[in-house]
């Protein structure tokens, strides 16, 4: 068997030691991991990287205003505001209470209870009364509907005194599906059926429910809302008027998570709570930074940006500030949180993996000689 001289043979293996051990330093910048650093020009190039301090802080809360007032600008025109004035519309199938006073042929004709009946609208919308001959009464309001008795029936009766009212509401409806208590069918009633006052009708939303992404169809159109602006910044822009076959959807909030990452005690997927989640909010909640191996000055949040590079925002925990900056920072749903290693940690783990191959060869070395 062929094998190298003594000499020539300690030579090879401290040669393979050395470009081992110069392996090993040049690639401390390339450690195993994932690694990020505010300083590195690779970094500044592929994201748009920025510093979270009260400047940043100040135009992010801007941009969010100003997202939200476009929102409520480029609303549809058919979808209305809250505090638009609205008045119930007579429709098909909806039963409707006439009393004539002084009048109870007209008011319960053939009945002999004291209980007060009523006329259901005809399905074209008409409607038959005494004197008054066939009428359309679909479309119209409660007020609209007297006026047009009064003036039929002042041909018989002087001064006729009419009441009309809708006693029961089967006309319209919106449906309501997704994370509500109890989900269905809810009847447009004279009460402004208010997107709020829909859910609340349905029971109101889950544990689940995501309020921020809640959608509203529209014949061939899908308009999303952002409900928590309403419940948490009191913006009424967020609560529209809804119309008869509207379909409501209450996502779950499985998709609407912050996640966080790195040198954190619990690696975590946070589901978004009710109202905002701050940077404070998702290190605490993953248990806070690893005080053993997080670089306190390297911590990131990662946002997806509509733009080519995503937005990195660095935040230098191990200044005196960095815990008050941290719960003004408003995360938003798929954000990303990393907690960079402390650099002497990252040494630590290159040599544990490269030890044992230096452990090999030394022992190989030692070995060879022996035998020799």
Same mark, same amino acid.
């Given at each position: ?126 409607? #038959? ?50 994370? +509500?208590?109890?989900?269905?069918? &809810? ?20 544990? @689940? ?79 806070? +930074? ?16 509509? @733009? ?20 003004? #920072? ?5 954000? &990303? ?36």
């Amino acid at each position: 068997m062929h094998t190298l001289p003594p000499a020539r043979h300690m030579s090879y293996f401290r040669l393979l030691f050395v470009h081992l051990l110069a392996a090993t330093l040049a690639a401390c910048a390339h450690a195993p991991g994932m690694t990020l650093d505010a300083g590195s020009d690779d970094l500044k190039a592929r994201a748009n990287l920025q510093s979270i301090d009260a400047p940043t802080l100040r135009q992010l809360q801007s941009d969010r205003r100003t997202r939200l007032a476009d929102e409520a600008a480029a609303l549809p025109a058919a979808f209305r505001s809250s505090t638009a004035r609205y008045d119930y519309l007579v429709a098909p199938q909806d039963v409707v209470r006439i009393t004539v006073w002084n009048q109870p042929e007209l008011t319960n004709p053939a009945n002999t209870t004291t209980e007060l009946s009523g006329r259901v609208v005809n399905s074209d919308g008409s409607m #038959f009364f005494p004197y008054v001959g066939k009428f359309q009464a679909a479309g119209l309001t409660v007020q609209d509907i007297r006026a047009l008795l009064v003036k039929g029936l002042s041909r018989v009766i002087k001064a006729p005194q009419v009441d009309v009212s809708v006693l029961q509401y089967r006309g319209q409806r919106v449906y309501v599906s997704g994370e +509500v208590r109890t989900p269905g069918a &809810v009847p447009v009633t004279d009460v402004p059926p208010d997107l709020a006052d829909v859910i609340a009708r349905s029971g109101g939303s889950t544990a @689940e429910a995501d309020l921020s992404a809640v959608t509203i169809t529209r014949g061939a159109a899908t308009l999303r809302v952002n409900l928590q602006a309403l419940y948490y910044n009191g913006d009424g822009r967020a609560n529209l008027r809804l119309q008869n076959g509207d379909i409501v959807n209450v996502p779950e909030r499985r998709f609407a998570r912050v996640f966080v990452t790195g040198e954190v005690l619990r690696q975590s997927a946070l589901p978004m709570p009710r109202g905002d989640m701050t940077l404070a909010d998702a290190l605490a909640d993953a248990g806070g +930074v690893n005080p053993l191996s997080a670089n306190a000055g390297q911590v990131f949040v990662i946002r997806a940006s509509s @733009e080519p590079k995503p937005f990195v925002y660095h935040l230098n925990a191990a200044a005196p500030d960095a815990l008050l900056l941290a719960d003004q #920072f408003v995360l938003q749903a798929r954000d &990303v949180v990393y907690v960079d290693t402390a650099p002497v940690v990252r040494w630590s783990r290159l040599i544990n993996n490269v030890l044992p191959s230096a452990s090999f060869l030394r022992d190989t070395w030692t070995d060879n000689r022996i035998i020799r």
